[in-house]
């Protein structure tokens, strides 16, 4: 349960005005992870009493909290963001005096499982010399993350990410340039095609340092890509996103969608029945065409429209290894989007 501190105001000195002393909540972590994804003009207005409106916009609000150990008590300020959907997309704590930093992230480091911070998923980190030169890696175990802190900070940052609600979000404590913070954030990529198509020729890099909890680089030969293990679309379906470069390396080519095989298979059917059926929510663009397609993409064969083809499956059956694929095509400012149920994933192809 969140604390509450009571407002306070100091006595009278001299006929001065009282001052009134900032409320503060307390920095429950697990507690204020579960807001993320509410409301969040429902929220601002349930933490009115800790708002520190001079620091606050119609996109964020700025909160006093604090966070007690054994031996110290921290005063923080939270930021709340909001995002696209007008609901809460980050919490974030950072300490009002910047010496306490390094302190607060041996803490966090240290008593993880008390602050109920979740399970440690590994340490991001990167140094960055006096002559320009940035090496970076990988902590497995918090005990080579506080090492690491040892050797001083100038130069360091240390992202050490924990799944504090299994599913659905982190909680990040950073160090940098000798400043901390503890992010709590979506674990997710959120699917947005409104947002998706726009992707296509932005820079390539800029999306995975944008996503950098989430996401990661990687390459095969000629094939570069950032992939996200874990995305979900405007109605919660999962996929793995790869945001494929171009032969540079600078800009996104294109973009595939792939609804992991271990989702059984009724639920990926009745997914791409709400992607063949034009979804409103998924905001797919103008419906194209429907066809079945070979193992190669090739329309084999034409169907009349989004219901026939939703009626084939419904017929015939997910397609086996051996049958033809059923694909549904968008148009949507200029992006192609298809659609394809085959025997194993339902696939999504955006590209122009």
Same mark, same amino acid.
């Given at each position: 349960?969140?604390?509450?501190?009571?407002?306070?105001?100091?006595?009278?000195?001299?006929?001065?005005?009282?001052?009134?002393?900032? =409320?503060? #909540?307390?920095?429950?972590?697990?507690?204020?992870?579960?807001?993320?994804?509410?409301?969040?003009?429902?929220?601002?207005?349930? !933490?009115?009493?800790?708002?520190?409106?001079?620091?606050?916009?119609?996109?964020?609000? &700025?909160?006093?909290?604090?966070?007690?150990?054994? %031996?110290?008590?921290?005063?923080?300020?939270?930021?709340?963001?909001?995002?696209?959907?007008?609901?809460?997309?980050?919490?974030?704590?950072?300490?009002? %005096?910047?010496?306490?930093?390094?302190?607060?992230?041996?803490?966090?480091?240290?008593?993880?499982?008390?602050?109920?911070?979740?399970?440690?998923?590994?340490? !991001?980190?990167?140094?960055?010399?006096?002559?320009?030169?940035?090496?970076?890696?990988?902590?497995?175990?918090?005990?080579?993350?506080?090492?690491?802190?040892?050797?001083?900070?100038?130069? *360091?940052?240390?992202?050490?990410?924990?799944?504090? &609600?299994?599913?659905?979000?982190?909680?990040?404590?950073?160090?940098?340039?000798?400043?901390?913070?503890? @992010?709590?954030?979506?674990?997710?990529?959120?699917?947005?095609?409104?947002?998706? &198509?726009?992707?296509?020729?932005?820079?390539?890099?800029?999306?995975?340092?944008?996503?950098?909890?989430?996401?990661?680089?990687?390459?095969?030969?000629?094939?570069?890509?950032?992939?996200?293990?874990?995305?979900?679309?405007?109605?919660?379906?999962?996929? !793995?996103?790869?945001?494929?470069?171009?032969?540079?390396?600078?800009?996104?080519?294109?973009?595939?969608?792939?609804?992991?095989?271990? &989702?059984? @298979?009724?639920?990926?059917? =009745?997914?791409?029945?709400?992607?063949?059926?034009?979804?409103?929510?998924?905001?797919?663009?103008?419906?194209?065409?429907?066809?079945?397609?070979?193992?190669?993409?090739?329309?084999?064969?034409?169907?009349?429209?989004?219901?026939?083809? #939703?009626?084939?499956?419904?017929?015939?059956?997910?397609? %086996? =290894?051996?049958?033809?694929?059923?694909?549904?095509?968008?148009?949507?400012?200029?992006?192609?989007? *298809?659609?394809?149920?085959?025997?194993?994933?339902?696939?999504?192809?955006?590209?122009?």
């Amino acid at each position: 349960m969140l604390s509450l501190v009571a407002i306070i105001t100091t006595g009278c000195d001299n006929n001065k005005t009282p001052e009134k002393k900032q =409320a503060r #909540i307390e920095f429950d972590a697990p507690a204020l992870a579960i807001n993320l994804g509410e409301d969040f003009d429902e929220y601002r207005l349930a !933490n009115a009493d800790y708002i520190i409106e001079s620091k606050s916009t119609d996109s964020k609000f &700025v909160m006093g909290g604090y966070i007690e150990t054994a %031996t110290e008590k921290y005063l923080l300020q939270i930021i709340v963001t909001k995002n696209r959907y007008g609901t809460v997309e980050s919490i974030v704590a950072t300490p009002e %005096t910047k010496k306490q930093g390094e302190a607060l992230m041996r803490h966090y480091l240290n008593n993880f499982d008390n602050e109920g911070l979740g399970i440690w998923q590994g340490a !991001n980190w990167k140094t960055l010399s006096s002559s320009g030169t940035i090496t970076a890696g990988v902590h497995q175990t918090i005990e080579q993350a506080l090492s690491q802190l040892g050797t001083g900070l100038s130069g *360091l940052t240390i992202d050490a990410i924990f799944s504090i &609600v299994s599913g659905r979000s982190y909680a990040v404590a950073t160090i940098e340039h000798e400043n901390f913070k503890l @992010s709590l954030i979506n674990s997710f990529y959120r699917l947005d095609f409104d947002i998706l &198509v726009g992707l296509l020729g932005s820079n390539w890099s800029k999306l995975q340092s944008d996503n950098r909890f989430i996401s990661h680089k990687l390459g095969f030969g000629t094939l570069n890509y950032v992939w996200f293990y874990y995305a979900l679309d405007l109605n919660d379906n999962i996929f !793995n996103m790869s945001a494929y470069a171009d032969e540079q390396k600078l800009t996104i080519k294109t973009i595939r969608l792939t609804m992991p095989e271990d &989702v059984p @298979s009724d639920e990926q059917v =009745a997914a791409w029945k709400e992607y063949a059926a034009g979804d409103s929510t998924l905001s797919l663009g103008e419906f194209q065409k429907a066809y079945l397609a070979d193992s190669s993409g090739a329309e084999v064969e034409p169907l009349a429209s989004q219901a026939a083809a #939703i009626e084939y499956v419904n017929t015939k059956g997910r397609p %086996t =290894a051996f049958d033809n694929d059923v694909v549904i095509e968008y148009l949507k400012n200029g992006t192609k989007i *298809l659609i394809t149920l085959d025997a194993q994933f339902v696939i999504i192809d955006i590209y122009r």
